[in-house]
């Protein structure tokens, strides 16, 4: 029901675009989140958007790089991510959240997709 989509390598200050498609039962009204876990390292919030009103959150580690979208048209929440660094290197993956939630706390996901690996080289 989530599909995580666009890793891959880039180099030091590239850009990359990830998808999620979302589908089955996972409604519109539903929060999108992605999420990355880098080797040996807990895994982290990155950035949401709720699908319902469009209000977005970011990690600060990111802010000002990347920017979430949604096409609810198409069902799909982009996670554009410039002025890529080293430590970006990890999966991401995307979640749904059904109702409250908070990026800092990927218990308040409900629903997970596979990962994506975005490996970026210095």
């Known amino acids: 029901q989530l599909q995580a989509s666009g890793g891959g390598l880039v180099q030091a200050g590239g850009s990359l675009r990830l998808s999620c498609v979302v589908s089955?039962?996972?409604?519109?009204?539903?929060?999108i989140g992605w999420f990355r876990q880098a080797p040996g390292k807990e895994r982290e919030g990155v950035s949401c958007?709720?699908?319902?009103?469009?209000?977005?959150d970011y990690a600060e580690s990111v802010s000002g790089r990347f920017t979430i979208s949604s096409d609810n048209a198409k069902n799909t929440v982009y996670l554009q991510m410039n002025s890529l660094k080293p430590e970006d290197t990890a999966v991401y993956y995307c979640?749904?959240?059904?109702?409250?939630?908070?990026?800092?706390?990927?218990?308040?996901?409900?629903?997970w997709g596979r990962g994506t690996l975005v490996t970026v080289s210095s």
């Open positions: 089955g039962f996972i409604a519109g009204d539903y929060a």
């Open positions: 979640a749904a959240a059904r109702g409250l939630w908070m990026l800092s706390s990927a218990l308040s996901f409900d629903y």
């Open positions: 958007i709720s699908r319902r009103d469009g209000y977005t």
